[in-house]
């Protein structure tokens, strides 16, 4: 399938794994982009310029296809050492950047010296428009829907991407409560030029993050999501699980003189504990509701060929007998 997306970064299927938490190493990148899509190291995940650089030279060594990576702008007391991350990605010659949470200007023109094409990932249409004049070659929307930060708009994909449609003349993909072919065939109506997956990639053989978290999103339905720290303007959406109700408990409790410091037990260094060793409760992480799309563990390759097929089948055969 040719798209201007699939056309911007040089890949095969117009879809791409965004970065993940301690989710997006080489091993899942590389199974992306190898399957045709555009897989994603998550740059903040490896913690100095110095790993980023020893994560993409991995990458390099199981695919020869285009991969990106993800820098998110968090607001920190201790800010990572972006430029340091930036120079390694140059250095390295990685050809996509994705970017998240803050305006990315300061960074842009160093990458764009460098040829580098950034994606930014946005949640609403004003920060999409804001991405496409600071000199973004493409946005992923992100829609209320998705798993990790929605944003305070809660616009879903039905309304948001046709909405950028109308205001966007850089190309986009949808991004947030995208599973399979169905998902790729209704973004591409709504006027994506293709789809961005999260939590359905996890729940793959190639994800390096323990057994317990894929068959948690497999066991998950769409009613099992919760949004925490809204009064705290930094909404996420998370599974819901103990540390969850807990969290959600003082929220109740403190209303708005909730500080992040009342709930650092679940959500500080959580991360490491759920991904890796499997400690399901150990805290909140990030899930879509999609999960309740997710029903099985495939490799990244069966999926995505999956998705094309039953994305070809549905254009083909469905849309077209009406
Ligand atoms: C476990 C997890 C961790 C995530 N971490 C990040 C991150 O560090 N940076 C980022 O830009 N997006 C992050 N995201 C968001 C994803 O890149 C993607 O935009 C989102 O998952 C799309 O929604 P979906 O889960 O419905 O597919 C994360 C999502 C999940 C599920």
């Known amino acids: 399938m040719k798209t201007k997306i699939t056309e911007l970064f040089g890949i095969e299927h117009p879809i791409i794994q965004g970065g993940m938490h301690h989710v997006g190493f080489a091993e899942l990148a590389a199974a992306v982009s190898n399957a045709g899509g555009l897989g994603t190291i998550t740059g903040l995940t490896q913690g100095t310029p110095e790993k980023l650089a020893n994560e993409i030279a991995r990458c390099k060594e199981m695919t020869d ?11 920190s007391l201790t800010p990572p050492d972006y430029p340091g991350l930036i120079k390694e990605i140059i250095d390295a010659g990685v050809p996509v950047v994705e970017t998240a949470g803050r305006n990315p200007a300061e960074y842009l023109p160093a990458l764009k010296e460098a040829g580098i094409k950034v994606i930014h990932k946005c949640t609403s ?5 804001k991405a496409q004049s ?12 998705c798993g990790g930060h929605p944003g305070e708009d809660d616009i879903p994909n039905f ?11 850089i190309p986009f993909v949808a991004s947030g409560g995208m599973a399979d072919g169905r998902s790729l065939v209704a973004a591409m109506a709504l006027g994506a030029e293709g789809m961005n997956m999260g939590t359905r990639f996890i729940a793959t053989q190639d994800a390096p993050v323990h057994q317990n978290v894929k068959e948690a999103i497999v066991n998950a339905t769409e009613l099992d999501t919760r949004l925490i720290m809204r009064s705290l303007t930094n909404t996420e959406r998370v599974l819901n699980n103990e ?3 807990r969290l959600m408990e003082k929220e109740k409790r403190l209303g708005d003189d909730l500080k992040f410091e009342d ?9 490491p504990k759920i991904m890796h060793e499997g400690t399901m409760e ?3 992480w990030s899930c879509g509701m999609v999960a309740g799309l997710v029903n099985d563990i495939p490799t990244v390759q069966d999926l995505i060929n999956n998705i094309m097929s039953q994305a070809d089948e549905i254009i083909k055969s469905r849309l077209r007998n009406f």
Do not use: M
């Open 65 to 75: 296809k285009p991969f990106a990576v993800n820098l998110t702008f968090l607001p």
């Open 159 to 169: 309304i948001l991407l046709p909405r950028a449609a109308e205001e966007l003349e």
């Open 243 to 245: 540390a969850v109700e």
């Open 263 to 271: 709930i650092l037990d679940e959500v500080a260094g959580v991360y």
């Open 134 to 145: 600071i000199g973004c070659d493409a946005v992923s929307v992100d829609g209320f829907e």
């Open 282 to 284: 150990a805290g909140a």
């Open 125 to 129: 249409v004003r920060h999409s428009i």
